[in-house]
């Protein structure tokens, strides 16, 4: 267990729904990252916010939101699916004087 | 816009021999650079990382090299065991914020 927490762990959904997936920073994190896995692909860097702000974006697309709640969990917003939305999406923390990130176990969300 | 590039792609050693992954990064001001293996169906997890005022790291069998001049960082694994399979990620921070990821090398060791 890395101390960060995503759920659901797997998500399977039609396309034009809607998603919400959530994750739980390490005790003590205050930045979160979310990042998007495509079958064979790299880490897709999308969104980070510290401490409830929003700290730098990636390529995040406009159907896709975020935020980080003052109890400083996150939850990842996918709107109007498509089967190319299908990935793994990682969620990782970062605190002080820590080095690199700690990453959750992610989510595979499958469109169909 | 920032860009890591990495190479290989794919890289398959025989158990006991080494194996290196190069990477190349574009923002000059970059200054920490993490490496993670992924295993299969796993989270990525940190190896070893070295910021830029430091030219090598060693870690037992796994080494770094850093050449700021030329923006390039590897990843040097020695006396490689079937365990090492995975796919590897080099990555550049600038400053505690986004980390931009290579594309990944998928090493496989063959024992």
């Known amino acids: 267990d890395s101390g960060v927490t995503q759920t659901p762990k797997h998500l399977i959904t039609a396309t034009g729904q809607r998603v919400t997936l959530r994750c739980s920073p390490r005790?003590?994190?205050?930045?979160v990252y979310w990042y998007q896995q495509s079958l064979d692909q790299g880490l897709q860097f999308l969104i980070q916010?510290?401490?409830?702000?929003?700290?730098a974006k990636g390529n995040i697309l406009e159907r896709f939101s975020a935020q980080q709640f003052p109890d400083l969990h996150s939850e990842l917003n996918l709107s109007s699916l498509e089967l190319g939305d299908s990935a793994l999406y990682f969620c990782?923390?970062?605190?002080?004087?820590?080095?690199?990130?700690?990453f959750g176990s992610g989510t595979r969300l499958t469109v169909v | 816009g920032e860009n890591v590039e990495q190479h290989p792609s794919t890289l398959s050693v025989q158990e006991g021999d080494s194996a290196v992954i190069k990477c190349t990064y574009s923002?000059?001001?970059?200054?920490?650079f993490p490496w993670y293996k992924q295993e299969l169906g796993k989270r990525p997890q940190l190896i070893i990382d070295?910021?830029?005022?430091?030219g090598e790291k060693k870690d037992q069998r796994i080494a770094v090299t850093l050449n700021k001049t030329a923006k390039h960082f590897s990843l040097h694994i020695t006396e490689t065991q079937p365990e090492d399979s995975a796919v590897y990620f080099c990555?550049?921070?600038?400053?505690?914020?986004?980390?931009?990821f290579g594309a990944g090398t998928r090493l496989f060791v063959k024992a």
């Open positions: 990555a550049a921070n600038t400053g505690g914020f986004k980390t931009i």
């Open positions: 916010y510290y401490n409830g702000e929003e700290r």
């Open positions: 070295i910021r830029s005022n430091v």
């Open positions: 990782a923390s970062s605190g002080p004087g820590q080095r690199g990130y700690t």
């Open positions: 923002d000059s001001a970059s200054n920490y």
């Open positions: 005790s003590g994190d205050l930045s």
